[in-house]
C-alpha cells in the first residue's frame, strides 16, 4: 500500500500592522484602540495648529466647531455641518429663519390633517369649521368688531391730539392722564372693566345714582354688549394712536396755519384742508396698526363675554381646543383668520404705497 503523502501546514500569516511591546508579544485589543485614538488625536492637534486652532482641550475643539458652523447657520445648514454641529440624542439645529415659521406651518398642516384618521391632505376640518354656526357668528364678529374699533379709536385719537396740541393750560398733566389707560397691562384693564360693567358694577350704581335703571351690558347677543366691547377696548388703546397723531401735528409747521388764518379761512376750513391733509400719513399708518391688531381681538372678548358671547374667530379657535380638544378644528380657524388678515390689509398696503 502506498503511503500518503503528509499534510502541509499552512506558512504562518503577517502580524497586522499596530504597535508592539519591546518583547515582541502583540498589545491587547483595549490597548491597540487606545494607541489609535491618541495617534488621531495628535493628527488633529497637528491639523489645528497649522489653522492657526492651536486647539488644546475639549472646550476649545467645542467653540472651533461652533466658529465654523456660525456661517452656515446664518445663510442655511448643510447636512455635513448639520451633523457635526447637533450634540447626540437632541433636536437637529436649524437657522433661526426656518425656525420661526416652524410654528405657522406646523398649524397650516395640521388643518389640513383629518383628525379621525390622520389622512393628508383633507379638507375635513374646514368642513367641520363652516358648518358651525357659531363659526359664522365669529367670522361676522372678526369683520364688524375690528371695523368698528377702528373707527372709533382713529376718531377719538385725532380729536384728543387735536385738543390737547392747542396751547391750554394744564395740557401736559391731561395728556399723561390720557395715557395711563394704556400704561395698565391688559388683563389687569380688562378685569376692572368686568367690575364696571357687572350688574352690581360701577356703571350701574352711577345709572341709579341719577334716577335711572340699571342696564345688563354684557349679556350674550345683544346689539348693547357689542357697543361695549367696542368702547372697553377702545378706551385701552385709543392712547396710541392719540400719540402717532400727537406727534405728527407737531411736525406740521405753525407758519402754514398762519398764512391760511391771513388768508381769511377759519379754524374748520384750516383743519378739513391743511391739517387733515398733512395728517394723510399717520392716520393710513394708525388705520393700518390698528387694523391688524384689532383683527387678531382676543382677550377683550373672551374676559366681558365668555367664548359664545360675542366670537371672533380666534376665541371660536381657543373654544375648539380647550372645551373641545379639536386641534384640527382650532387650527383650521386659525388659518382662516390668517387669511381673512391678509385679504383686509392688501388694499390698504396697496393704498399707503401709491404714490
Known amino acids: 500500500m502506498q503511503r500518503a503523502a503528509p499534510r502541509r501546514s499552512p506558512p504562518p500569516r503577517a502580524p497586522p500592522p499596530g ?42 475643539a467645542g467653540a472651533s466647531r461652533l466658529r465654523r458652523a456660525q456661517p452656515a447657520l446664518a445663510g442655511g445648514v448643510s447636512r455635513r455641518r448639520l451633523r457635526a454641529c447637533r450634540p447626540r440624542g437632541d433636536a437637529p439645529c436649524c437657522s433661526p429663519r426656518a425656525a420661526k415659521w416652524r410654528p405657522s406651518l406646523y398649524a397650516v398642516k395640521l388643518s389640513f390633517t383629518d383628525t379621525l384618521t390622520g389622512r393628508f391632505p383633507s379638507l375635513a376640518n374646514f368642513r367641520l369649521v363652516t358648518g358651525d354656526g357659531l363659526f359664522w357668528r365669529a367670522l361676522a364678529g372678526n369683520v364688524l368688531l375690528p371695523a368698528a374699533i377702528v373707527a372709533v379709536e382713529v376718531a377719538g ?36 372693566m368686568r367690575y364696571v360693567f357687572a350688574p352690581r358694577g360701577y356703571a350701574n350704581a352711577a345709572l341709579a345714582a341719577a334716577g335711572f335703571a340699571p342696564v345688563d351690558w354684557l349679556v350674550p347677543g ?73 383683527l387678531r381681538v382676543f382677550a377683550t372678548p373672551l374676559m366681558l363675554t365668555g367664548a359664545e358671547g360675542l366670537p371672533v374667530l380666534s376665541t371660536y379657535a381657543y373654544h375648539q ?32 404705497t401709491a404714490p
Do not use: C, K
Open 19 to 60: 504597535p508592539r511591546r519591546p518583547d515582541g508579544a502583540r498589545p491587547a485589543p483595549r490597548l491597540v484602540l487606545a494607541a489609535w485614538r491618541r495617534r488621531g488625536r495628535g493628527r488633529r492637534r497637528g491639523a489645528g495648529r497649522v489653522r492657526g486652532h492651536a486647539l488644546r482641550g475639549p472646550a476649545e
Open 222 to 294: 345683544r346689539v348693547l354688549t357689542f357697543f361695549t366691547v367696542v368702547a372697553v377696548d377702545a378706551w385701552h388703546v385709543t392712547p396710541v394712536v392719540f400719540l402717532m397723531l400727537l406727534a405728527a401735528l407737531a411736525s406740521i409747521p405753525d407758519e402754514i396755519a398762519e398764512a391760511a388764518r391771513l388768508d381769511g379761512a377759519g379754524a374748520l376750513r384750516r383743519f378739513a384742508f391743511i391739517t387733515l391733509p398733512l395728517l394723510r400719513p399717520a392716520l393710513l399708518s394708525a388705520v393700518l396698526l390698528r387694523g391688524l391688531d384689532a
Open 157 to 192: 385719537g385725532l380729536a384728543l391730539a387735536v385738543l390737547l396740541a392747542a396751547r391750554l393750560p394744564g395740557r401736559r398733566l391731561l395728556r399723561a392722564i390720557v395715557v395711563v389707560p394704556f400704561a395698565l397691562p391688559e388683563v389687569v384693564f380688562l378685569t376692572v
Open 321 to 352: 381646543w380647550s372645551d373641545y380638544g379639536n386641534d384640527g378644528a382650532a387650527a383650521a380657524a386659525s388659518s382662516l383668520l390668517a387669511l381673512l388678515s391678509v385679504v383686509l390689509t392688501l388694499p390698504l398696503l396697496r393704498r399707503g
